[in-house]
Structures are given as C-alpha cells and as structure tokens.
C-alpha cells in the first residue's frame, strides 16, 4: 500500500465534481418510504439468528445548538430552552427501551457516537441517564472493548466536565475547532478562544482518553492560506490522534444559515485548493498519516494501524476500526445499518414524539440491498479503505468475473489511469498517489445508481 500522497493541482482542479462521500453504499438518496417499521423489525430478527451475530455500534443524535453556526449543514434546532431538551430526552429513553428489546441480550455494544447538534447541549447528568438507558438496553461491552466517543463543541464545557465525560465511560473526543482566526469566527458565528481549546485537549489528556480529535474545515469565508498556515501551527502544537479537515461546501440555496454569510467574504474557488494543498504538505510535514477523505491520524493511531494492516471500514460516521457491527440510529434523522438493510429516523421532532408515543419504532424510510448492491459496496469499500481492488477475493466472496462483470466501470476508469491517478493490472486496481485525492471518483464507476440520482452531493476534492 503507497503511503505517499502527492497533490498535483491541474488533476485535483480536473476531477474536483460533484459525488457521494460513500459513507454507505447504495446512498441515502436510495432510502424509500416502502422500507418500514416491519422491514426493520425482520432485519433486526435475521441479524439475531445470524450464524455469528455482530456486536452492536449505536449513533445518538442531539440535535440541539445554544447558537447558530452559519457554515453548518447538519440537522440542528437552536434553542436556549433547556426544558426542550429534556423532554428530548425521555422520548430517546423511550426509543431506547423500543429498539433494545429487538436485540438479543448476549449482544454487546463496542462502539457509540453522540453526535448532534451539540452533545454537550445535555448536562453532564442527563448525559449520565443516557448511558445508564443505553446500558440496561444495550449491554456495554467491557471497558477494553469499547469505542465510546463524542463531539463537544469547546464553548459548551469546562475542563472539569471533560473529566466528568470520561468518568460517564466516554474514551475518544472530537472537537470543533474549525479555524482559530476570530475574523473567520466571527464571519461564521462561532467565535471561540484558542486557551479554551488547548486547556479542553490537556484537560482530555490527563483524563485519560484513549483518543482526541479535532475538526477543521477550509474554504469558509475570510480565510486565506496565512491564517490557516497560523491555525495548522497550533493545531500541530496540540498533537492531537486525528485530524479531519472538512472542505465546507458553500450551499445557501439548499442551507438558510449559510445565507447569513456575506458572498463578498466567500473564498475563491482556486483558494481552497491552495487551502488543501497547504493542509496535506503541513500535516503530513508534521508526521501525520493520510488516512483517506479529510482524515489524518498519527502512525501509532488505530485508524493507521487498520488501515496498514487491512482492516480499515467505512460508516456513517467516516473511517472506523468496529465496521463489522450492527448499527442502530437513535434520535431524529439518525441512520442505521441493521444486516442487510439501512434505515433512517423520521427528521421532525413532532414525528418522532408522536410515533413512539404510539409504541412505534421512528424509522420512516430504508433500503434492503440486493446481491448487486453488496458486491458494489464490498468493491467500493476496497477502494475507499484500501486503495485498492483485489479481482481474485471480489471474485470468490461473489462468484463473478471480475472483467466482465465490471467492463463499463473499468472503461470508465481508464481515463483515470491514463493520467496516474490509479493502475489497472492483470488482477487488481490500485489507487496511486496522485489519485488518493480522487478515490471518490474511482468509486463513482461503480456505483449503478449515481446516473440517475437526484442526490445533491459536495465535491470530490
């Protein structure tokens, strides 16, 4: 596997189109409303009697926000009334309750996301009823075991609480930082202080979390590569395990906040690629390893490690090490991953509340993957994951010519090869260098829906 990454800018500017991130294939413009509660219930059945029934990953989603972000694209409400949140969360208690029973007890949960919104939105001890009802329901692996994590926005909590989030059995924290400059801060409505950071990642150090993240995003308004040199300083200072540098994706006829963002502030387009390119060259400078999409992570990190030695997955989530369970959404909006299917919760909370108020379980649409569907998810994970596309292992796990099943992808890909960007062998494609920036346009050539898809989708660089 090449652990090189070369940015060569007349090709990024050539394939950077439109795509799917490919957090799950088929993509959530597939989901459909004829996929429902019953579906759910029969997926959830097979996965019990399963041969060798997977471990359990659970997403939670917070939707709640004290402010308004203008870049932010995610499904929030803003609101400065706690009570709100707590009748939020006896209703996911609730869900709690509904969605545990349909799994078998001797199943354990190895991995749990909060995202949001805010997390931290919740008090340290409704935080603490959460995992008590996800524990009774779900049954937390040992301690060893599990992949606990969280997304905290740095204005919400105090040195104190972080060591409180660990006590609760939280080991991995994200933080927003975004970009430390206060003019993009305040061009965005996230204004937050670099002491504040740091005291919050040395406060998670010392607690004793196993891994701490950052989140940064290019291409906001008033950036430029100076400032955001200035912020990859302090940022590299910080050390954190990973770093995700998200590309924000200017949308304001689709988001109602981004049009609070002055135009005349919005970088130009050959801006974020200088943006990108100075990302790449600092971070991987500073011994960062490329893990794929917007992902970096330190040589001794789980992710590096999966991704050396094979087992790296993809979810709804990005990257992740515990791909191989099954996932169960939680809160409005939320996806899961149950067998051979996907589902997602209803996006209103007035729905949500109404249906488990009824007994119901919230999903209100999915999908159940075909055998094709499972072949192209397994060869667009390949990619995604490992850079490469092993014919002889697709061939035996599905029993198909690899060659004549995928003529049209591999006509498709040969442009791509034609420019280095990958190689297509006797037995195999590899992503080179020059195209691990483009892995999401390998993936594309496999993809049976992309056609004729109404999904609007970010850019592929």
């Not at 104190?160 to 003019?183: A, P």
């Not at 202080?193 to 701490?212: I, K, P, T, W, Y």
């Not at 395990?241 to 049009?259: C, N, V």
């Not at 040969?414 to 999401?440: S, Y």
Request: with cysteine; net charge negative.
């Amino acid at each position: 596997m090449q652990d090189t990454l070369l940015f060569d800018r007349p090709l990024v500017e050539k394939y950077d189109r439109p795509g799917p991130r490919y957090t799950s294939y088929p993509t959530a413009p597939q989901f459909h409303a004829a996929f429902a509660e019953d579906d759910y219930r029969a997926a959830a059945e097979r996965s019990n009697r399963a041969e060798t029934p997977k471990p359990l990953s659970v997403y939670v989603h917070i939707p709640f926000c004290k402010s308004l972000c203008y870049y932010c694209a995610c499904n929030k409400i803003i609101t400065h009334n706690t009570e709100r949140a707590a009748e939020y969360l006896e209703w996911l208690k609730q869900e709690i309750r509904v969605q545990g029973a349909l799994f078998d007890e001797s199943r354990r949960m190895t991995q749990l996301h909060l995202g949001g919104g805010t997390p931290t939105y919740l008090s340290n001890a409704q935080l603490a009823e959460l995992m008590a009802a996800l524990d009774e329901a779900f049954h937390f692996a040992p301690p060893a075991e599990r992949e606990f994590s969280l997304e905290v926005d740095p204005r919400t909590v105090t040195p104190e609480q972080i060591h409180e989030l660990h006590d609760l059995g939280f080991n991995r924290l994200s933080f927003g930082v975004q970009d430390f400059d206060l003019d993009v801060q305040k061009a965005v409505n996230r204004v937050q202080s670099e002491e504040d950071v740091v005291s919050l990642v040395h406060a998670a150090r010392e607690a004793g979390f196993e891994s701490v993240s950052v989140d940064l995003i290019y291409g906001l308004p008033l950036q430029t590569v100076a400032s955001f040199d200035t912020t990859l300083d302090k940022i590299i200072a910080l050390r954190p395990d990973r770093i995700a540098t998200y590309s924000y994706a200017h949308l304001p006829e689709l988001f109602k906040a981004q049009r609070l963002i002055r135009p005349e502030d919005m970088p130009p387009p050959e801006r974020k690629l200088e943006l990108l390119e100075l990302t790449i060259r600092r971070l991987t400078a500073a011994g960062y390893v490329y893990i794929g999409m917007d992902h970096f992570a330190l040589p001794d990190d789980e992710l590096t490690l999966a991704r050396e030695n094979g087992t790296l997955q993809r979810n709804f989530q990005g990257y992740s090490t515990h791909a191989d369970c099954d996932m169960i959404g939680l809160g409005i909006t939320s996806i899961g991953k149950v067998g051979d299917t996907y589902s997602q919760n209803v996006k209103e909370t007035a729905q949500y509340q109404h249906r488990l108020g009824e007994g119901q379980l919230a999903v209100f649409r999915g999908y159940r993957l075909s055998d094709d569907d499972r072949l192209r998810r397994d060869v667009i994970n390949a990619l995604m994951c490992h850079n490469c596309i092993d014919f002889a292992a697709i061939e035996r796990e599905h029993g198909i010519v690899f060659r004549d099943y995928f003529a049209d992808a591999l006509a498709q890909l040969q442009e791509m090869a034609d420019d280095g960007l990958l190689a297509i062998r006797e037995g195999e494609i590899e992503v080179l260098p020059a195209g691990r920036l483009m892995m999401r346009n390998a993936a594309m050539a496999f993809d049976a829906y992309l056609a004729k898809s109404q999904g609007r989708y970010s850019r592929t660089v």
